[in-house]
């Protein structure tokens, strides 16, 4: 389980390879929530999201002879990009499962990266088959997305950030909007704010249509979303809340929100014109409940973390054609 | 004449109001210009470009009752939004004197910043007869856009960031490339250079078309551009180096680089894509020299700076335009 302790030790070993990312605003965006909002742009992070702080907390929390044998995961997404580029920093082997059907780009990203890409047919193949072979066979340790201590650790390491430039703001109350997939960043932040600023609550933002976390934390208990087709922000999609994320979310975390794909487009929108940031859908519902919800949050601030920036033209033209013309 | 202790004291006024940018990089950046690139960030400085830094810390060196009589500039840019917003924040009247057939989008922005905006006739009416006269007749203090020492001064604490920045990452030799127009942020830098990292050396960039720094630290005394039509990169379109900041750019900079406004564009391009940034032409111009023109620089790492980021959807998407299909 993942506590304070382990957070701190992932910051102390991740320190100079992860960014540490800055609070920013605009009084546009101000005006638009009717408060003061903070954004901490985890776009501005390594690979382009704030996947690598786990990734790079996991794999340096390897000892050396299981690191130089490699590690495995699946993704097609940033986790794959966070874990490539972490793992190829720290000389370790990285292999890559991702389904044939992946964007291209997404493929050649991870490539670049330096890591193997091994695909598969999601019709005729098992991935799980395929990676407990290839760890069997190769000695490779398998990094999950979310569900994994070292991987919480690193992505609380965001919280401590969020906490120190809170302070030295003199805000001591405030709601903390975090995009939320399986919950590896938002339960990371809330352990980092349980103990650095506790009168910041975490509260994870999901899409219309995906808000698993939202109702399990509702009924107090994990609950599954109905279907995983359609909807723009395939970075924070999961079947479900982890099992090591959502108790301490539900310990910790204020209610879930929950966005219309359409205000997430909205979002991004104002991200480029306001703050001169790139964000992906995904990344963007956390911003979108801060603008254009402000009646279920509380308090003179609120804080909204952007949790990445990898998106696609045709999806950025999209958003931006959300904008009043000139 | 803007002296190293004058860029220390703005620093120290502006500290907590101007934002303290990192060094940002990419390995697609790095792999395209063939060596390491470090990117500061200006466009995510406040109202989207450096020149807030000049104006807070012009304004703050106004003794009070100076300041309370209120501050004029003219500019349909960038230095009118870093002086309203500024002027608001510590409570001075700001009068920007603007054409009237400036973009809408600029005049409404800098409103909403808190500023009086006049507008004038371009083809009937003299701009600084209405400045001087609205100057004498409120005892307004006129704060020009570069030739100005504490302007340059503020400009100069971008180079403090990038020298202690680039000591930390073990850097003692690169050339800092910065996107030019009057000179107020590059002379600033060089001086900040010459006392905080003398291995580094700044250098303007400039768009093609619109070369009269480089071309008159080639002839040693002040050019001016022949034209001041056309062209994208309309934040740093000026007739010529300023008076003040000539000389420091002279004694310091190494030779100035042209671009063109495609390559800026491509810059801008790949900004959003690899950095999750958003620039403006001329404040791409910077990246688009130390991605493209490799063979004019020296060193394993060049560091550019994206000096601003207001640009209207129009342009971003000629800009976009540049990339591959995915």
Not at 69 to 76: L, P, T, W, Y
Not at 142 to 147: A, G, H, N, R, S
Not at 249 to 273: F, I, K, N, T
Not at 286 to 301: H, V, W
Request: proline content about 5%; charged content about 25%.
């Amino acid at each position: 389980m993942t506590s304070i302790d382990m957070i701190r030790a992932a910051a102390t070993r991740i320190n100079g390879h992860a960014r540490r990312t800055p609070l920013l605003s605009s009084p546009f965006l101000d005006e638009i929530a009717g408060r003061r909002v903070l954004i901490k742009p985890e776009c501005l992070q390594q690979t382009g999201s704030f996947k690598y702080r786990g990734a790079r907390s996991a794999i340096s929390a390897l000892d050396d002879a299981t690191r130089a044998k490699g590690v495995i995961a699946f993704s097609s997404g940033n986790h794959a990009q966070g874990i490539a580029l972490a793992a190829r920093e720290m000389g370790a082997p990285a292999v890559i499962i991702m389904p044939e059907d992946a964007p291209r780009l997404k493929i050649d990203n991870t490539r670049a990266f330096g890591a193997e890409v091994v695909l598969y047919d999601r019709a005729r193949e098992d991935r799980d088959s395929i990676g407990d072979r290839l760890s069997r066979d190769r000695g490779l340790t398998l990094i999950k997305p979310f569900d994994e201590p070292q991987v919480i650790a690193g992505q609380g390491t965001t919280g401590l950030e969020i906490a120190e430039d809170a302070s030295a703001l003199g805000i001591t109350e405030a709601d903390v909007l975090v995009c939320c997939g399986g919950g590896g960043l938002t339960s990371g932040i809330a352990l980092a704010l349980e103990a650095d600023a506790p009168g910041l609550r975490a509260r994870p933002v999901e899409p219309q249509g995906f808000d698993d976390v939202t109702r399990s934390l509702s009924a107090g208990e994990i609950q599954r979303n109905n279907s995983m087709e359609g909807g723009l922000c395939d970075a924070i999609l999961t079947p479900q809340p982890g099992t090591l994320t959502f108790p301490i979310m539900h310990r910790l975390c204020g209610p879930g929100l929950v966005v219309s794909d359409e205000d997430a487009l909205r979002a991004m929108a104002l991200a480029w014109q306001r703050l001169k940031l790139v964000a992906e859908p995904g990344g963007a519902v956390a911003l979108a409940a801060a603008l254009f919800q402000g009646a279920e949050t509380r308090g003179d601030t609120i804080i909204a973390v952007i949790s990445g920036g990898n998106v696609d033209r045709p999806v950025f033209d999209r958003a931006l054609a959300t904008l009043a013309q000139d």
